[in-house]
Protein backbone atom coordinates (compact mmCIF):
# COMPACT_ATOMS: atom_id res chain seq x y z
CA UNK A 1 0.00 0.00 0.00
CA UNK A 2 1.21 2.96 -1.20
CA UNK A 3 1.80 5.77 1.88
CA UNK A 4 -0.70 8.75 1.24
CA UNK A 5 -3.19 7.64 -1.77
CA UNK A 6 -5.10 10.21 -3.76
CA UNK A 7 -7.70 9.82 -6.88
CA UNK A 8 -5.78 11.57 -9.28
CA UNK A 9 -8.85 12.62 -11.39
CA UNK A 10 -9.00 15.04 -13.31
CA UNK A 11 -12.54 16.26 -11.25
CA UNK A 12 -14.33 18.11 -13.71
CA UNK A 13 -16.72 20.46 -12.40
CA UNK A 14 -19.49 23.53 -13.63
CA UNK A 15 -18.70 26.95 -11.68
CA UNK A 16 -20.78 26.55 -8.41
CA UNK A 17 -20.72 22.67 -7.52
CA UNK A 18 -19.36 21.15 -4.69
CA UNK A 19 -16.60 18.78 -5.01
CA UNK A 20 -14.88 16.15 -2.46
CA UNK A 21 -11.45 14.75 -2.18
CA UNK A 22 -10.47 11.77 -0.45
CA UNK A 23 -7.09 10.64 0.64
CA UNK A 24 -5.60 7.75 2.59
CA UNK A 25 -2.57 6.99 4.26
CA UNK A 26 -1.10 4.14 5.42
CA UNK A 27 0.98 5.15 8.64
CA UNK A 28 -1.30 5.09 11.95
CA UNK A 29 0.98 6.78 13.69
CA UNK A 30 0.90 9.68 11.78
CA UNK A 31 0.08 13.20 13.42
CA UNK A 32 -0.08 15.39 11.05
CA UNK A 33 -1.92 16.28 8.03
CA UNK A 34 -2.63 18.90 5.66
CA UNK A 35 -3.94 19.74 2.24
CA UNK A 36 -1.69 21.58 -0.24
CA UNK A 37 -2.53 22.99 -3.53
CA UNK A 38 -0.56 23.70 -6.45
CA UNK A 39 -0.69 25.42 -9.81
CA UNK A 40 1.04 24.59 -12.83
CA UNK A 41 4.52 24.91 -13.07
CA UNK A 42 4.50 26.59 -9.78
CA UNK A 43 5.55 25.45 -6.39
CA UNK A 44 2.94 23.86 -3.72
CA UNK A 45 0.87 26.12 -1.37
CA UNK A 46 -0.27 24.98 2.07
CA UNK A 47 -3.99 25.22 1.70
CA UNK A 48 -5.22 24.37 5.07
CA UNK A 49 -3.79 21.87 7.87
CA UNK A 50 -6.04 19.20 9.07
CA UNK A 51 -6.96 18.97 13.04
CA UNK A 52 -8.69 15.74 14.42
CA UNK A 53 -11.95 17.46 15.03
CA UNK A 54 -12.04 18.83 11.47
CA UNK A 55 -11.90 22.51 10.08
CA UNK A 56 -13.40 24.63 8.02
CA UNK A 57 -11.74 27.69 6.26
CA UNK A 58 -14.48 29.67 3.98
CA UNK A 59 -15.59 27.61 1.12
CA UNK A 60 -13.06 25.11 2.29
CA UNK A 61 -13.94 22.31 4.63
CA UNK A 62 -11.00 19.01 5.91
CA UNK A 63 -12.16 15.89 7.38
CA UNK A 64 -9.84 12.83 9.10
CA UNK A 65 -10.87 9.77 10.27
CA UNK A 66 -8.26 8.13 11.81
CA UNK A 67 -10.15 4.78 12.07
CA UNK A 68 -10.31 4.55 8.55
CA UNK A 69 -7.21 6.59 8.21
CA UNK A 70 -8.43 8.91 5.93
CA UNK A 71 -8.39 12.73 5.26
CA UNK A 72 -11.18 14.33 3.05
CA UNK A 73 -11.27 18.11 1.50
CA UNK A 74 -14.67 19.30 0.88
CA UNK A 75 -14.91 22.38 -1.74
CA UNK A 76 -17.90 24.41 -1.85
CA UNK A 77 -19.35 26.49 -4.27
CA UNK A 78 -16.35 26.14 -6.84
CA UNK A 79 -14.81 28.87 -8.02
CA UNK A 80 -12.66 28.78 -11.78
CA UNK A 81 -9.73 29.97 -10.14
CA UNK A 82 -10.26 26.62 -7.65
CA UNK A 83 -8.58 24.92 -10.92
CA UNK A 84 -5.32 23.36 -9.71
CA UNK A 85 -3.87 20.38 -8.15
CA UNK A 86 -5.02 19.34 -4.63
CA UNK A 87 -2.16 17.64 -2.63
CA UNK A 88 -2.69 15.43 0.35
CA UNK A 89 0.12 15.29 2.59
CA UNK A 90 1.15 13.01 5.44
CA UNK A 91 4.25 12.76 8.00
CA UNK A 92 5.54 9.51 7.31
CA UNK A 93 6.73 6.64 8.77
CA UNK A 94 9.57 6.26 11.14
CA UNK A 95 10.04 10.35 11.63
CA UNK A 96 8.45 13.45 12.84
CA UNK A 97 9.66 15.61 10.03
CA UNK A 98 9.16 13.93 6.84
CA UNK A 99 6.05 14.75 5.27
CA UNK A 100 4.89 12.43 2.58
CA UNK A 101 2.95 13.88 -0.80
CA UNK A 102 0.28 12.03 -2.25
CA UNK A 103 0.46 12.56 -6.30
CA UNK A 104 -2.44 14.82 -6.33
CA UNK A 105 -5.75 15.34 -7.47
CA UNK A 106 -6.18 17.60 -10.78
CA UNK A 107 -9.48 19.70 -10.50
CA UNK A 108 -10.63 22.17 -13.32
CA UNK A 109 -13.66 24.56 -12.84
CA UNK A 110 -15.65 25.25 -15.60
CA UNK A 111 -17.90 28.44 -16.33
CA UNK B 1 10.83 38.96 -0.06
CA UNK B 2 10.41 37.06 3.29
CA UNK B 3 9.82 33.43 2.00
CA UNK B 4 11.75 30.68 0.99
CA UNK B 5 14.41 31.33 -1.52
CA UNK B 6 16.19 28.95 -3.76
CA UNK B 7 18.73 29.77 -6.60
CA UNK B 8 19.16 29.00 -9.51
CA UNK B 9 15.58 29.21 -10.68
CA UNK B 10 16.65 27.49 -13.69
CA UNK B 11 19.62 25.17 -14.56
CA UNK B 12 20.43 23.27 -17.81
CA UNK B 13 23.67 20.93 -18.01
CA UNK B 14 25.00 18.33 -19.75
CA UNK B 15 25.14 14.70 -18.88
CA UNK B 16 28.06 13.73 -15.99
CA UNK B 17 28.44 17.12 -14.63
CA UNK B 18 27.89 18.64 -10.73
CA UNK B 19 25.63 20.61 -9.88
CA UNK B 20 24.29 22.82 -6.96
CA UNK B 21 21.38 24.40 -5.94
CA UNK B 22 20.97 26.74 -3.00
CA UNK B 23 17.99 27.31 -0.31
CA UNK B 24 17.22 30.23 1.58
CA UNK B 25 14.80 29.06 4.80
CA UNK B 26 12.38 31.78 5.90
CA UNK B 27 14.92 32.99 8.55
CA UNK B 28 13.40 31.83 12.11
CA UNK B 29 12.22 28.12 10.56
CA UNK B 30 14.79 25.45 11.60
CA UNK B 31 13.64 22.95 9.56
CA UNK B 32 14.36 22.47 6.14
CA UNK B 33 13.45 20.14 3.43
CA UNK B 34 14.23 19.00 -0.08
CA UNK B 35 11.59 17.87 -2.23
CA UNK B 36 11.95 16.34 -6.15
CA UNK B 37 8.85 16.87 -8.66
CA UNK B 38 8.50 15.64 -11.79
CA UNK B 39 5.60 16.40 -14.42
CA UNK B 40 1.86 14.33 -12.92
CA UNK B 41 3.54 13.33 -9.84
CA UNK B 42 4.01 14.43 -6.34
CA UNK B 43 6.99 16.30 -4.46
CA UNK B 44 9.25 13.30 -3.47
CA UNK B 45 11.16 13.39 -0.51
CA UNK B 46 14.88 13.80 -0.31
CA UNK B 47 15.94 14.95 2.80
CA UNK B 48 15.43 17.13 5.84
CA UNK B 49 17.53 18.90 8.46
CA UNK B 50 16.52 20.35 12.06
CA UNK B 51 19.11 23.29 12.41
CA UNK B 52 22.51 21.94 10.75
CA UNK B 53 21.52 18.54 11.55
CA UNK B 54 20.56 16.04 8.97
CA UNK B 55 18.02 13.93 10.45
CA UNK B 56 16.61 11.53 7.46
CA UNK B 57 17.41 10.60 3.91
CA UNK B 58 15.17 9.15 1.50
CA UNK B 59 16.08 5.12 0.67
CA UNK B 60 15.43 6.36 -2.92
CA UNK B 61 18.63 9.25 -2.81
CA UNK B 62 21.50 7.96 -4.53
CA UNK B 63 24.97 8.29 -3.45
CA UNK B 64 25.42 10.88 -6.00
CA UNK B 65 23.04 13.26 -4.34
CA UNK B 66 24.33 15.06 -1.00
CA UNK B 67 22.73 18.03 0.93
CA UNK B 68 24.13 20.44 3.93
CA UNK B 69 23.12 22.65 6.02
CA UNK B 70 26.12 23.89 7.57
CA UNK B 71 25.42 26.64 9.83
CA UNK B 72 21.81 25.93 10.48
CA UNK B 73 20.58 28.57 8.13
CA UNK B 74 20.25 28.28 3.81
CA UNK B 75 21.42 24.61 2.59
CA UNK B 76 23.06 23.08 -0.75
CA UNK B 77 22.21 20.41 -2.29
CA UNK B 78 24.43 19.24 -4.83
CA UNK B 79 24.01 16.22 -7.57
CA UNK B 80 27.16 14.92 -8.94
CA UNK B 81 27.47 13.13 -12.48
CA UNK B 82 24.28 14.17 -13.24
CA UNK B 83 21.82 11.78 -15.03
CA UNK B 84 18.81 12.55 -17.76
CA UNK B 85 16.75 11.06 -15.31
CA UNK B 86 17.80 13.79 -12.61
CA UNK B 87 15.85 16.20 -14.73
CA UNK B 88 13.23 17.58 -12.57
CA UNK B 89 11.86 20.67 -10.29
CA UNK B 90 14.18 20.19 -7.09
CA UNK B 91 12.06 22.43 -4.09
CA UNK B 92 12.85 23.38 -0.86
CA UNK B 93 10.62 24.20 1.91
CA UNK B 94 11.20 24.89 5.35
CA UNK B 95 8.76 25.01 9.15
CA UNK B 96 9.00 25.41 12.67
CA UNK B 97 9.52 22.82 14.82
CA UNK B 98 6.13 21.33 15.29
CA UNK B 99 5.82 21.21 19.24
CA UNK B 100 4.68 17.26 19.37
CA UNK B 101 3.47 17.02 15.56
CA UNK B 102 5.05 18.97 12.25
CA UNK B 103 4.43 22.28 11.66
CA UNK B 104 3.28 23.54 8.14
CA UNK B 105 5.86 23.88 5.54
CA UNK B 106 6.57 26.37 2.99
CA UNK B 107 8.27 26.31 -0.48
CA UNK B 108 10.10 27.96 -2.38
CA UNK B 109 9.52 28.68 -6.41
CA UNK B 110 11.95 25.51 -7.37
CA UNK B 111 14.84 24.67 -9.25
CA UNK B 112 14.17 23.01 -12.46
CA UNK B 113 16.92 21.07 -13.77
CA UNK B 114 17.31 19.72 -17.33
CA UNK B 115 19.54 17.30 -18.04
CA UNK B 116 20.88 17.12 -22.32
Known amino acids: RKEVEQDPGPFNVPEGATVAFNCTYSNSASQSFFWYRQDCRKEPKLLMS???SGNEDGRFTAQLNRASQYISLLIRDSKLSDSATYLCVVNGEGSQGNLIFGKGTKLSVKP | DTGVSQDPRHKITKRGQNVTFRCDPI?????LYWYRQTLGQGPEFLTY????????KSRLLSDRFSAERPKGSFSTLEIQRTEQGDSAMYLC??????????????FGQGTRLTVV
Open chain 2, 49 to 56: FQNEAQLE
Open chain 2, 93 to 106: ASSLPGWGRVAEAF
Open chain 1, 50 to 52: VYS
Open chain 2, 27 to 31: SEHNR
